[in-house]
């Protein structure tokens, strides 16, 4: 697939409260999020947009209150991996 250049005009960056060093990454972040959010893209797809590993990108999602689905499958490698825990 091609990278794609998103232009935004000049006016809708006035006042954003985001240090110009970071806007680039910040944006990226936030549009991956907002598109999982959604499901237009998958974890992994959302993860190479952010430029983030899995575990980060997911710790940023639930940093923004973003739900992530789970399915019976991870549920059940949770269980087994709280048991190995416990059981320490």
């Known amino acids: 697939m091609q990278a794609m250049t998103l232009t935004l005009p000049a006016e ?4 954003v409260r985001i240090p110009p060093r970071d806007l680039h990454q910040e944006l990226l972040r ?29 710790h940023m999602l639930g940093e923004r209150g973003i739900a992530q689905p789970l399915s019976e499958a991870d549920f059940d490698q949770d269980l087994s991996n709280l048991g190995a825990w416990k059981a320490r």
Request: glycine letters at 12%; proline letters at 0%.
């Open 12 to 15: 809708s960056l006035i006042g």
């Open 30 to 58: 936030r549009l991956a999020a907002a598109l999982y959010s959604d499901g237009i893209l998958s974890g992994a797809a959302a993860c190479r947009m952010a430029c983030m590993g899995k575990a980060e990108f997911q």
